[in-house]
């Protein structure tokens, strides 16, 4: 179950993150073969003004990518599984070039991202993978080039701003420190709403579960805090929402219509309790009104 949601959330975290910079796909199919690529990317070939500050996210998506998310560091045969979805996409790329009687950069090759809380050194030699610190921080350890593949080790990445959207996928206090860095953001950030509801979603269907393990148990711990954020912003929003709704029938009420004069006094009508709305709203004039409320002023 913990898997299960993880992938779940994992796949539409990733996937709301990364649709900004170009096209993504979840759990794509590889024909004739019982697997699934848990997500693909590739990048718009006109890369967006101003693209989300995704720091190291946004570095490993600079080109076509597969990603694979794991809750748990993933076993030999796992890697192996991974690999060979890269190859399948790869055999699509060649065959492609084929087609059009265009050769292929080798270097325009999708690239396979593995993501795992923690890995052990066993599992990187194994991998005859090695760190690249000249071209990647700490936590990325890259395969052999002809394999185009890494493993992000997400425990050991820096916490710094730019690997803070990799480290929400790790697990225990990494994660936790890193909702906690979610929940510091700013509140008018581009992120910061949409990820603290994936991550409530989340805690919800771990929550569901009828037994939970000390597993699940710990997550539902760790995702507390994100999910109250996201319930008490969503209760906000709602209260707000119903505020604005009151103004705009009292003002319809007063004056038969919204025109954009009226429309456009809202928001500083917003800083104002109900309370001393009302009575302004059914008393002061239209004139009065544009004095004290219009952004012109």
């Known amino acids: 179950m913990t898997r299960q949601t993880h992938d779940q959330f994992a796949k539409q975290y990733l996937k709301e993150l990364l649709e900004p ?176 509801e994936l991550i409530g979603v989340w805690r919800i269907n771990v929550q569901a579960k009828i037994d939970l393990n000390p597993e699940d148990q710990e997550l539902v711990m760790e995702l507390t805090p994100a999910y109250l954020k996201w319930r008490e912003d969503t209760v906000q929003e709602g209260v707000q929402q119903a505020k604005r709704v009151t103004i705009e029938t009292l003002l319809r009420t007063r004056f038969g219509s919204l025109d954009e004069e009226l429309v456009g006094m809202i928001d500083s009508m917003m800083e104002l309790a109900l309370e001393e709305l009302i009575p302004v709203c059914m008393q002061a004039s239209r004139e009065e009104l544009l004095a004290r409320f219009s952004p012109e002023n």
């Open 21 to 196: 910079l170009g096209t993504v796909e979840i759990s794509r199919e590889i024909p004739g073969e019982t697997l699934q690529i848990d997500l693909f990317f590739q990048p718009s070939p006109e890369p967006p003004s101003n693209p989300p500050p995704l720091g190291l996210l946004a570095q490993l998506a600079s080109t076509p990518c597969l990603w694979e998310p794991f809750r748990n560091c993933p076993s030999k045969r796992e890697i192996s599984s991974c690999v060979l979805k890269l190859l399948y996409i790869h055999g699509e790329f060649y065959r492609q070039a084929t087609r059009d009687k265009q050769p292929i950069d080798t270097q325009t090759l999708p690239n396979l991202w593995i993501l795992t809380p923690t890995v052990s050194e066993r599992v990187v030699e194994l991998c005859g993978a090695h760190a690249d610190e000249k071209n990647w921080c700490t936590g990325v350890y890259r395969f052999a080039e002809l394999f185009h593949t890494g493993i992000i080790a997400i425990n050991q990445l820096p916490e710094t701003p730019e690997t803070l959207w990799l480290r929400l996928l790790g697990k225990g206090g990494t994660q936790k420190r890193a909702i906690q860095q979610v929940l510091e953001l700013p509140d008018d950030d581009p992120q910061r709403r949409s990820i603290l």
